[in-house]
């Protein structure tokens, strides 16, 4: 059998716009590295590409492009919902497409995370905002939180003297430590009651955590505030004892 010759396996690849990187031929089992009319750089046995097989990459991207999701079907999808699609090319189904909501709101989404049912986060947001605002929240209180605090809360020396009574620390033994700074939380979420034993210092952190499941917190701080007012009151039974005996 006639041994192939290099210049002629060279000739096979240039035929179809491959360039041929290996300088030597041995045998149609030895792997040939080349260079693909898209610039790809490979390696291929001469058997196989007798066999027509090329570059295993161009043959990747014929695929995706076959299963790839015309952007006319896309920007179809969105109008059907009054979406204007500003993107004017499609990859994958992560790439982030641009639109405009039919509200006017300029955002982007994913095709996979549009076909998962998701749309546009700010119109999400204003539907939530109308849906649990007032009445319908479910931590409305019949609108205390927009009543005034008492007059003694204006007085900058009533809130030090809670902090200083409470060491400057947040008062929650569960604290997560994230707070920045400290802030007096009224137990019973009765901005008019500004009775010391009703106010205790906690963390912004732990303070908006108080804001779910109130009667919780409520249990939990007053329980804090009375152990806090029984050391005090064994404490000053202590002081006065041993007065008594000087």
């Known amino acids: 059998m006639k041994r ?16 041929l990187l290996s300088k030597e031929y041995v045998n149609n089992r030895t792997k040939l590295k080349y260079r693909c ?4 750089e490979h390696a291929i046995k001469f058997g196989d590409w007798k066999q027509n097989r090329r570059c295993p990459i161009c ?3 014929k695929g995706v492009d076959k299963r790839r999701i015309p952007l006319k079907f ?9 979406y204007i699609l ?3 090319e499609y990859k994958n189904c992560e790439q982030k497409l641009d639109y405009i909501c039919s509200k006017g709101h300029r955002h982007s989404i994913s095709w996979h995370n549009w076909k998962s049912g998701w749309r546009c986060p700010i119109c999400q947001h204003e539907r939530l905002s109308i849906l649990l605002s007032g009445e319908n929240h479910p931590n ?22 809670i902090l200083e009574r409470d060491n400057y620390q947040c008062q929650n033994p569960d604290c997560w430590g994230t ?8 137990i019973d979420y009765n901005k008019k009651n500004c009775d ?29 505030m009375e152990e806090k007012i029984l050391i005090k009151e064994v404490f000053n039974y202590g002081e006065r004892n041993s007065l008594d005996k000087i």
């Open 86 to 88: 500003l993107s004017t």
């Open 140 to 161: 409305w209180k019949g609108g205390i939180a927009c009543e005034p605090y008492c007059p003694v809360w204006l007085d900058k020396g009533f809130k030090k003297s």
């Open 37 to 40: 009319p898209k610039g790809h």
């Open 74 to 82: 896309i920007r179809t999808s969105f109008k059907k919902e009054n």
């Open 59 to 61: 043959s990747r991207e």
């Open 179 to 186: 707070g920045s700074k400290l802030t007096g939380h009224h």
């Open 4 to 19: 192939l010759t290099y210049e002629f396996v060279k000739e096979q690849f240039e035929k179809e716009g491959y360039e």
């Open 196 to 224: 010391p034993f009703n106010i205790i210092t906690i963390c912004d952190s732990c303070n908006t955590r108080a804001n779910f499941n109130r009667e919780y917190w409520k249990k939990f701080y007053k329980k804090i």
